[in-house]
């Protein structure tokens, strides 16, 4: 009876340490107060609400909750997790996919929190090593404040690498994104941290390093913003632990998980790669250690013979797939026979350096750096043979893009389930607009290997079938039909002339891309044309804000993260159904691997995800009317695949168009 006074008593104290969500997202509650134009929904507070139950629920509580657009599901996720980080003195780590969920966190939505709470948490982002400038490579590429000369010129005269000297000499993060150069400057580059260049305990700026001090920043944070690929380049990438521990984890865009897990265990070599390591300048260093009489050039001819073989390899590849993305599912011989050449040569190079793992000074930057070069050669070999021998297909798959050899695992829920466990949280969050496609689980859930013990489906704030409508367009081409870039261009030209604009396009290839570019550039308009590629995504993005008639023009990348609300986005055009190339290489090996499974398992959960990311980018207020149109009849005609079952329930028009009369059909879409 003690016992169950006890356990009351300690379940009395945890629901006081977080109140109720309707006291804080109610029509009263504190964000009214705090936010002038606050608008109460109910779907955040019911959001909020599991949030705080699975928190109160204790350890091995995982949520995984849907939430569409205009839920505020940011503030329904971090106010129940401040509130009970604060009161037990835990730490939150907040995962996304994408820069601007991560900035806009850290430099809007945490300071809002932290005030409006009463709250005094201390937060920050951590980034990955290459966001960081190494003051090592920076030395050795003369891009110091130390000294004015030897500065490298990128075709500027030096002007860049004096811009980052000036910079690092008052910094205080190392954080290249304030040095005012673009993110992909040679310079910026040449100065750029590397795990596979770090010296570690051998380096002399060790003490300076600012890596190692955003590592330390972050220990004393109580909310860490992270991002994906971050996270699993510990966990998967390289085998290790995150370096800040946190009892609760969340993770918002939780669909974009199995992909970034991929991304981190992908593999790739390629002749490029071979050349970089063999004319390094750590095999000058290693032969004035080894070097002496008649051994005099012995290092430098063998790393030359690595070079060669590795140049011979690539070459016969080109030869036998001279196709730009090819898979393979089995041992090419002549290739493994050639492989194997690589191989010996690249042993017999590394054991010339064979002392250097008895060397007792492991703190010694010259043998350090050696030995950095030796894992890194030795790595390459290791991919190069894997990718060569394929013995993983299909669990993973194998393919040669350019001049490189990649793989990748085809379904990595193995590794992600346990890498999940391995961090062990207290209690685990994962929330999307698009998790549970048609109110499905099983999709996420099977990618993931996560198995959550709550479940949580909101509907949309929104009016939506008084907001919007789905016009599907029938064109009865198939995309491999000589017709079919015509006919979609000359749809879309005239979707977007009776629209005036205010269009967001969305194609499902690069070459479909540049050719509605080109039909919708062909003659003089009243609006705007934007286009993927032809300025940075932040910039076409703000150009697209203010132009309230412009079109963008975009593919995959912009399914997501496109939030133009009002007059400025009243029709988003989508191609087709998003299915993958059956010529992909993960995609045949998840074929192989599941077999008659693999479409109704993987491939059309997927695409019905994907589509509706896409069909999200048009409501995203109150105000919002517009329509998604599909130029894809098989979203009606293939019943069996329910795709309306997994968008928005509303109204749907249908548009037939006949192959040779495209102009007169397309303009009955106002009418139909």
Request: hydrophobic share 40%.
């Amino acid at each position: 009876m003690e016992h169950n006074v006890d356990n009351l008593k300690r379940e009395r104290e945890k629901q006081m340490q977080i109140p109720a969500m309707e006291e804080i997202f109610g029509p009263s509650g504190k964000l009214a107060e705090y936010f002038p134009t606050f608008e109460y929904r109910k779907q955040q507070v019911d959001l909020a609400e599991e949030v705080r139950c699975t928190l109160l629920n204790g350890e091995g509580e995982i949520l995984a909750a849907e939430a569409p657009p205009g839920v505020g599901k940011t503030f329904a996720l971090l106010v129940p997790a401040m509130i009970s980080a604060a009161a037990g003195g835990k730490k939150i780590l907040f995962l996304t996919a994408g820069i601007p969920l991560q900035e806009q966190l850290i430099e809007k939505d945490l300071p809002a929190l932290n005030r409006l709470l009463g709250l005094s948490l201390p937060f920050g982002l951590l980034k990955g090593k290459g966001n960081y400038a190494c003051l090592l490579k920076a030395g050795e590429s003369g891009e110091t404040a130390d000294g004015r000369e030897g500065y490298l010129s990128f075709g500027d005269g030096g002007a860049a690498s004096r811009k980052i000297a000036e910079w690092l000499s008052s910094t205080k993060t190392g954080d290249l994104s304030e040095v005012s150069l673009p993110p992909d400057s040679p310079a910026v580059l040449r100065i750029a941290a590397s795990s596979r260049a770090c010296l570690g305990a051998a380096c002399p700026f060790r003490d300076r390093c600012f890596v190692r001090k955003s590592l330390r920043d972050a220990q004393e944070w109580s909310v860490i913003v992270a991002n994906y690929h971050l996270f699993f380049s510990y966990l998967l990438g390289a085998g290790k632990p995150f370096p800040v521990q946190a009892e609760i984890l969340i993770c918002d865009e939780a669909h974009r998980i199995p992909e970034a897990a991929r991304s981190s265990m992908a593999q790739s070599v390629s002749a490029d790669e071979f050349a970089r390591l063999l004319r390094s300048r750590a095999v000058q260093d290693g032969a004035a250690l080894i070097e002496t009489g008649a051994t005099a050039g012995k290092t430098s001819a063998l790393a030359g013979e690595v070079r060669l073989e590795a140049a011979r390899f690539f070459e016969l590849l080109e030869i036998k797939c001279p196709a730009n993305k090819a898979s393979f599912t089995s041992r090419n011989e002549e290739l493994w026979h050639q492989q194997a050449v690589v191989r010996e040569k690249t042993d017999e190079l590394l054991r010339l350096f064979s002392f250097l793992e008895d060397s007792q000074d492991e703190l010694d930057p010259e043998h350090s750096r050696i030995s950095v070069w030796m894992d890194e050669l030795k790595r390459t070999a290791d991919v190069l043979t894997w990718c060569t021998e394929t013995s993983g297909y299909p669990s993973w798959a194998y393919w040669k893009e350019g001049r490189s050899l990649s793989s990748a695992p085809a379904s990595p829920l193995e590794e992600l389930s346990e890498c999940f466990r391995s961090f062990s949280p207290e209690t685990a969050v994962f929330v999307s607009a698009t998790l549970a496609p048609g109110g499905k689980w099983g999709y996420w859930t099977g990618e993931t290997g996560v198995a959550p013990t709550r479940f949580f489906i909101s509907d949309s704030p929104f009016s939506l079938d008084e907001q919007m409508e789905i016009v599907v367009v029938d064109t009865g081409l198939e995309v491999m039909d000589p017709c079919y870039d015509r006919t979609v261009c000359a749809v879309m030209e005239k979707l977007v002339e009776a629209n005036g604009g205010s269009t967001l396009i969305l194609v499902s290839s690069l070459r479909l891309l540049r050719k509605t570019a080109e039909i919708l550039r062909n003659r003089k308009r009243a609006y705007t044309i934007l286009v993927q590629g032809e300025l940075p995504r932040t910039e076409l993005l703000r150009a697209f804000r203010e132009d309230r008639s412009s079109v963008l023009v975009g593919s995959a990348s912009f399914r997501e993260g496109v939030d133009i609300p009002g007059e400025g986005l009243t029709q988003v055009i989508i191609d087709r159904i998003p299915f993958p190339h059956p010529a992909d290489p993960l995609v045949q090996a998840r074929n192989d691997l599941f077999g008659g499974r693999s479409f109704s398992r993987i491939t059309l959960p997927e695409a019905k995800m994907l589509l509706k990311q896409a069909a999200g980018r048009l409501i995203r207020s109150r105000e919002d009317r517009g329509r998604v149109v599909i130029l894809d009849g098989r979203v009606l005609s293939r019943k069996d695949w329910n795709i309306p079952g997994a968008l928005p329930a509303v109204k749907y028009r249908r548009l037939v168009v006949p192959r040779q009369n495209v102009s007169k059909s397309v303009a009955q879409v106002r009418t139909v």
